[in-house]
């Protein structure tokens, strides 16, 4: 058991992995970072639920974040993290946050390096970065990360070409650390199928957007609950990677705009994040810089990788539902109702043990 968690009497030993143990919570369930939908409130509620929760910081402020890991203690007294960009002009700063707030878990939006993740691991603070390829989770392991997120195809945001099915046992069999399975997960028996493939728990980022703690405006949630499983895409057309999100006019738009008419709009809301976040026009050049030279983009790509997360927050902020993309992993198609986050975890631990008992000892 671990030290402090009440296990819950008749839960079988096989739920309870190393993720628990390693987070210090009961359950292996995991509310990933989402920019402007994982604030406080939803945090705070899976946590407090016997989940780990995690705040997403990319689209956040400094101030903002510290504002934000205030709440969340205000909120609850269990494990919570912090879900960091390497690159945020602010990223030594909130290490020395993370450290000083006691956040147990860092979980990262883009590839974290090994100074960051080393930082991070001598203040005492758990490293988990999301790989979407068994070599990737081979590099992070060797730099001493202490878990990863294996996001299959199927998840929502920015994923790989692998799916679940496949990145899972693949990845539990080239590294030792735990594993949280990724991409397309939302009920019990996908929990039990994340621990047959060998994974120690899974992490969900759509279903914990359906849920009545996630700050997403009603009717962008309905949108959400009316897609089907073929509803969503994968484009490049965002912001130069492979991004997973709802299928609107708008996204079928920017597929088919290239070159510079998309520079314009880009430019001007990649201007109105700065101000948002705080990013100095310096930092927004530097980042432009590193982006098109590490991920060899076009400057036009560069401009529309700066206005992705506009485009994020016209939808799951403001509400715009043509103004705005909306991330989303496939699963969306099964989602159909908006749960608390404790009815969530519930019925997810319930019914994954219901499963185990289904398929049960082998009659002799
Ligand atoms: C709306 C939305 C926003 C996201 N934003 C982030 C982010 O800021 N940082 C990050 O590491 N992952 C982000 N992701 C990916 C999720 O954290 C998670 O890995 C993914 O949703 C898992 O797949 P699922 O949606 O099938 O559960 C986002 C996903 C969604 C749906």
Redesign the pocket.
Known sequence: MTAGVPEPAGTPAVLHTPACELFGVRYPIVQ??????AGARLAAATSEAGGLGIL?S??MTYEQLAGAVAEVKGRTAAPFGV?LRSNHPDVGQIVDLLIAEGVKVA???QAPNPSLVAGLREGGVVTMP?IAAPRHAEKVAGWGVDAV?A?GH?????TGSIPTSLLLPAVTRAVSIPVLG????HDGRGLVAALAWGAAGV?????F?LTRESTVPDEVKARYLAAALTDTVVTRAIDGQPQRVIRTSLVDRLEGRHGPSATPVALASALRLRRLTGTSLRALVREGLAMKRSEGLTWSQVLMAANAPML?RAA?VEGRLEAGVL?????TGLVDDLPSVAELIDAMMKEAVECLERLGPPRR
């Open positions: 990933t970072g989402m920019g402007w939908v997403a990319a689209t879900n979980s990262f939006a999301t997120i996001q199927e998840g929502g945001g920015h990724a991409g397309g997960f992490a969900m980022g759509t279903r957007l994020t799951l991330p989303t992993g496939q699963v």
